[in-house]
């Protein structure tokens, strides 16, 4: 547990907590959902849970880019590197995604060439110094991600790389809010704003939901500070009976996001008609392939993707947890089949699942607290 | 992965016009600046990294207050071996802060 004080302004937190005791009405149960995994893992690190009244519940949504990816796409990008010539390059946080037969570490261990990138461009410069293989990066994020890779599929293209491409995993956030709210089990009261893919997208795609759905949306900072003034902004909102959207990050977010992302996003990428997402099902236009003018770096295009269906583990409850129907630890397997050390589910592998972030902080706070009462 | 590293930019790569040294915590690497082209940053400013790409300019403050936000999301170190794993962990070899 975080005790206040151990905040760098204490002060401001409790007066943004006052605040919020003073504006929910306790007679009200208020559901909020952070739609990122970074807010996910800083409420749990910062114990914000604590801090707030008990009629304010957080749930957790779909924005943590490994966990909403199904099965099959993992075991398609890992079937691509079966041919030895292939060089599989990832993220550190895809590595031990598990698929169906293993995660990509485990393959590697099976003698699979399998590298960790810390950036798309990298995964050029590894085939600039491999000529004779093929490297193809497997590509995953929301918008924070994507301008990114599509600036190293320009890069590719103006180099005439040919033996390289990318496997394009990449989604959008607004259909994935957009599927949550039609879905009939959740009802929810506004929305903690993702930080960073605003930098990218901007304030203005959220304003449907504030408009349509009457749902209050607060574009939020990741310090403890800036996530509880958002929960203040949301139940200002709710108290007046408004539904808008405010930015809190003006720092870091601007109102119209970037537009040489968005423009080199249009450039190298179109939607789907309709991308699977684990929990969620399929849901259409809410992913990003690449057009057919760079279809030559196109992992999809070259290859034979198999087009995996898989099913997860019949009694892990991924999808549950993602929509926020249930909490982590309502997962039959959590805690004991599955955990950080061997994660069944992608929920449990990304510091930004909230299996992980709830046992990280939650259950192991809960083991502890239980252990010394147990030896007092 | 969301999780934005601030870096300064402390010289920029002579012939190749998109990409800058960018300095974060002693430790400099290569960084895209592809993504700033509407507003580009001058030597001296302050960026949050993202993937090894300049995703939006901050202030100075701004920096320190993500530094310490990382800290206290206890992801320091993730941060700085993403940053020394940039350019296949090669380039640029570490130097101190002048
Ligand atoms: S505990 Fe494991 S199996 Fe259960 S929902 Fe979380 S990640 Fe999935």
Known sequence: MKFVDEFREPELINKAA??????????????????????????????????????????????????????????????MAQDPNVIFTAFGDMMRVPGMNGSPLEHKARGMDVRIVYSPTDAIKLAQANPDRHVM?????????????????????????????????????????????????????????????STVIGCR??????????????????????ILQSIVMLLRQLKNGESRVENQYKRVVPWEGNRAALAAMAEVFQLRPFFEWRGLGFISQSALRIRDTYAEWDAEQRFNVPGLRVTDPKAAQCGEVLKGVLKPAQCKLFGNECTPEHPIGALMVSSEGSCAAYFNYEHRKTAMLTNISASA | MCLAIPGKIVEFIPDIRSL????????????????????????????????????????????????????????TEAALQEIRGYGLGEEDSEQPAS
């Open chain 1, 18 to 79: 006052d605040e919020i005791r003073r504006l929910a009405d306790p007679s009200r149960h208020y559901r909020l959902m952070e739609v990122c995994g970074g807010h996910t893992h800083a409420i749990y690190r910062f114990g914000l849970k604590d801090i707030l009244p008990e009629n304010i519940e957080l749930i957790h949504g779909p924005g943590c880019p490994v966990c909403v990816l199904p099965m099959g796409r993992i075991d398609d990008g890992l079937s």
């Open chain 1, 137 to 197: 990066f497997f590509s995953i994020g929301f918008e924070t991600t994507a301008p990114s890779t599509a600036l190293t599929l320009k890069r590719a293209k103006s180099l005439g790389l040919s033996n390289f491409s990318i496997f394009c995993n990449h989604v959008t956030i607004i259909p994935a809010i957009r599927a949550i709210l039609d879905s009939p089990d959740m009802r929810l009261d506004g929305f903690i704003g993702p930080g960073h893919v």
């Open chain 1, 205 to 226: 795609p959220y304003e449907w939901i504030a408009a349509n759905e009457k749902k209050p949306i607060v574009v939020s900072g990741f310090e403890p500070l800036d």
């Open chain 2, 20 to 75: 800058a040294l960018v300095e974060v915590a002693g430790v400099r690497r290569r960084v895209d600046l592809g993504l700033l082209d509407d507003d580009k940053p001058a030597k001296g400013d302050w960026v949050l990294i993202h993937v090894g790409f300049a995703m939006s300019k901050i202030s100075e403050q701004d920096a320190i207050e993500q530094m310490n936000t990382l800290a206290m999301l206890g992801e």
